[in-house]
């Protein structure tokens, strides 16, 4: 994934209330969550460490990197997000141009192209094993929940991702959760490798 810089600083602010829209917006948003979620979480569920740390060649990721970078990933792109909310709102006029969803849902998730992974979200083996991975995760995946569900201000901030340009903090969430989908595909792939472990 290009370096998601954070040009996040650069945002809008919060409704004081929730509208119809933003509600729907809201629901609409955790489910996509919660199914990222699921998708991961069976991806990984009960591999050995063989099938864990297998690659299909020495410049490939495992699963297991892949799972480091979705849970690290989290909480990176998880606060630029609360850091946009935190700014003022958009202007009006820019709003409009930073609703990005169906490009963001469908690009995000496209395998043909590959991006390099920002230095800050390599995997490294910060959480050292495979449960530690998926709780870091788990733990961090709640939090975004929470922010999903309770956010009144989705629509109102912006701020400029590497890939789409402007984009408000709906779009940019659910980015996040489609970067779960993209790199569990990814594990998908590895798993289909002729030379996967059978356990």
């Known amino acids: 994934m290009k370096t998601l810089a954070l040009a996040l600083l650069l945002v809008t602010p919060v409704l004081s209330a929730q509208t119809p829209l933003a509600t729907a917006d809201n629901e609409k948003l955790v489910q996509h969550l919660d199914r990222t979620s699921a998708k991961f979480l069976a991806s990984v569920h009960g591999l050995s460490e063989a099938q864990w740390n297998f690659k299909s060649a020495p410049d490939k990721w495992s699963v297991a990197q892949c799972a480091e970078h979705i849970a690290a990933a989290e909480s990176f792109i998880r606060g630029a997000i609360e850091k946009s909310l935190a700014g003022p709102?958009?202007?009006?006029?820019?709003?409009?141009?930073?609703?990005?969803?169906?490009?963001?849902?469908?690009?995000?998730?496209?395998?043909?192209?590959?991006?390099?992974?920002?230095?800050?979200?390599?995997?490294?083996?910060?959480?050292?094993?495979?449960?530690?991975?998926?709780?870091?995760?788990?733990?961090?995946?709640?939090?975004?929940?929470?922010?999903?569900?309770?956010?009144?201000g989705l629509r109102n901030h912006t701020a400029d991702h590497p890939g789409f340009g402007p984009?408000?903090?709906?779009?940019?969430?659910?980015?996040?959760?489609?970067?779960?989908?993209r790199h569990t595909l990814q594990i998908e792939e590895i798993k289909s490798s002729d030379a996967y472990p059978v356990k």
């Open 89 to 152: 709102a958009a202007k009006k006029a820019a709003l409009k141009d930073a609703v990005k969803d169906d490009a963001v849902a469908a690009f995000t998730i496209d395998r043909s192209r590959l991006f390099k992974s920002p230095e800050p979200i390599a995997p490294t083996n910060r959480f050292g094993s495979q449960e530690a991975a998926v709780q870091a995760f788990q733990a961090e995946r709640a939090k975004t929940t929470e922010l999903a569900k309770t956010s009144t």
């Open 167 to 181: 984009l408000d903090a709906y779009g940019w969430i659910l980015f996040l959760s489609a970067h779960t989908e």
